[in-house]
């Protein structure tokens, strides 16, 4: 079992401990994820990056992969496929000539 | 290497074939997995969770987990560590015997 | 009729002429609020607050006081005097004396 | 002074008796007004519309329009004017004949 797989079993079997699942519908999941992500970014507010509080982001950086995991899992996506594929897409929308030293959106490019 | 490393690497690459480190700084990161978390939520607005358009939420999804692992790579978190570790302390916050099949948050319970 | 009436007729008008009520419950609405606020933060991603591109910075405002005004609509709540009732509420959280030149939440005040 | 004008005042006041100006750049502004969506999100989590507590999304959208509120003061924007001049540029994108009980985005349309 890798690395993925293995966070993913020991989050499902939180959620089944705790007979949740019947919240975790995807569409809730993906509010939790804003959630979460959200408070990760409450870690920046008024701050430099490197004014950040360090713990506070893993806390909240570890909740945003639980809820990334457990939506991913919900839909039987492979995470590493996803991941990969979505790299080959961006390439084509981000050509190296085209976009290197450039922090804009495809669309202004 | 597992699939997180090798995830990491490829969005590490895919970043410097870019220049783009020089935007990369973890506030700005955090404000990037916020914005990807939203567009995938737009796949649930104004529908039910069975009415989401599922090629969107792999695509959003790819993102969210992208900007998640670029922001673990810069502070050097081991994301299965922080994941397992989240979970031990959210078992304490939620015991088993006051969570099961509610969906409180835990300052509630 | 002040602003804020003029400002909630004129959406609910634009919403009732493409029979939209029944897309907006209070739940989808605070997703579309925040999918807007995601849009305004999209305006400094990679960016300093004097390089964001004003215009989008109007328009996607715009579109976050409407979920906003719409929101408060259908809690027919009104929007002057909660804001008030709040400010005098984070009065008492964040007393001037300790919370003077200081950017901490009041946890931690 | 119309209502929304005398909103922006009581906000300018809390924020310059602690002397809060100096953290409120239009970035960070952005940022707490996506924090404080993402908390009057929260109210609907695992939960419909009717089960939400009306006190905290209250509360939550009072903060929302505070920092909505704030940002439009940074670019001296005129809420009421923003807000009708995106209606009008709504209406162009979403014509009555295409978008009449239809919950598409307006490229899908």
């Known amino acids: 079992m890798n690395d993925i797989e293995l966070i993913t079993q020991a989050l499902l079997e939180f959620r089944d401990e705790r007979d949740w699942a019947q919240f975790h519908n995807p ?9 979460e992500a959200s408070e990760l970014l409450e870690a920046y507010l008024w701050k430099s990056s490197e004014q ?4 506070k982001v893993k806390e909240e950086l570890a909740d945003v992969f639980a809820f990334a995991f457990l939506l991913a899992e919900k839909y039987d996506l492979d995470v590493k496929r996803i991941v990969l594929e979505k790299i080959e897409k961006n ?8 976009a290197k030293g450039v922090a804009k959106k495809y669309t202004d490019l």
Chains 1, 2, 3, 4 share one sequence.
């Open 52 to 55: 950040a509080d360090i713990d």
């Open 27 to 35: 569409k809730d999941l993906a509010l939790a994820l804003n959630i």
């Open 91 to 98: 390439a084509l929308k981000y050509p190296v000539a085209k």
